[in-house]
């Protein structure tokens, strides 16, 4: 496979249910992110890891919770979500987080949808 | 901190026709300016990456423009394609931590 893959396409799930967003990279790259994408919102930067180091956490809330085991992997935990959790979830990869490291590569994303 | 705005918020035209999609940024101390295109209900694919040390960047029938000094970007789309129907998004990188703001899009309409 190339490129940012990411699994499940689609979720459902109840507000006390756990689960778990998954995104894989297949290019080679050291940076990895979760941006979160509201109906009507810009894009909303969740999580930053550089070289498998969380570099970035943007005031998200604790019932999200990343994990970075290499820097091919990157996963979302899910625990006690509300419905205004919704949204669609995309991780993205880049070479790196410095200046000409180059730029993004998004996955498909995850639609969440939590009852 | 860094803003980027995009307009049109929607157009819609006519096949063939030559476009201009604009995306502008209050914070010209960038390192990249990259175009993306969204399905709906999908994730975004990269049309154009330019570097800050660039003018423009070309891909077929798309042309996207940066000035850094005015704080714009532009992406030019020749001969429009019902196919062009998207979003596109613009997202300007900066140095802390790789993190891009992005612009909230221009959905573009291409009528057959």
């Known amino acids: 496979e190339t490129g940012v893959t990411q699994t499940p396409r689609h979720l459902v799930m109840g507000m006390t249910n756990k689960k778990s967003l998954k995104c894989e990279q297949h290019l080679g790259h050291n940076a990895m992110y979760w941006y979160k994408q509201s109906a009507k919102k810009p894009l909303e930067l969740m999580f930053v890891y550089s070289l498998e180091e969380r570099v970035e956490n943007n005031s998200v809330p604790s019932r999200f919770s990343p994990e970075c085991p290499n820097s091919s992997h990157l996963f979302l935990h899910l625990h006690t979500l509300q419905p205004e959790d919704s949204a669609l979830y995309l991780c993205?990869?880049?070479?790196?987080?410095?200046?000409?490291?180059?730029?993004?590569?998004f996955g498909s994303g995850t639609r969440l949808t939590v009852v | 901190k860094q803003e980027v705005t995009q307009i049109p918020a929607a157009l819609s035209v006519p096949e063939g026709e030559n476009l201009v999609l604009n995306c502008s940024f209050t914070?010209?101390?960038?390192?990249?300016l990259q175009w993306f295109r969204q399905d709906p209900g999908k994730g975004l694919t990269s049309l154009l990456l330019i570097q800050s040390s660039q003018r423009e960047q070309t891909s077929g029938r798309l042309n996207a423009s940066l000035d850094k000094s005015s704080g714009r970007s532009t992406l030019y789309i020749a001969a429009s394609q019902p196919g062009d129907s998207a979003t596109y998004l613009c997202?300007?990188?900066?140095?802390?931590?790789?993190?891009?703001?992005f612009g909230d899009g221009t959905t573009l309409t291409v009528k057959p």
């Open positions: 914070d010209s101390a960038i390192y990249n």
């Open positions: 997202a300007a990188g900066t140095t802390n931590a790789g993190k891009s703001t």
């Open positions: 993205a990869s880049s070479p790196g987080i410095t200046q000409g490291a180059g730029g993004y590569t």
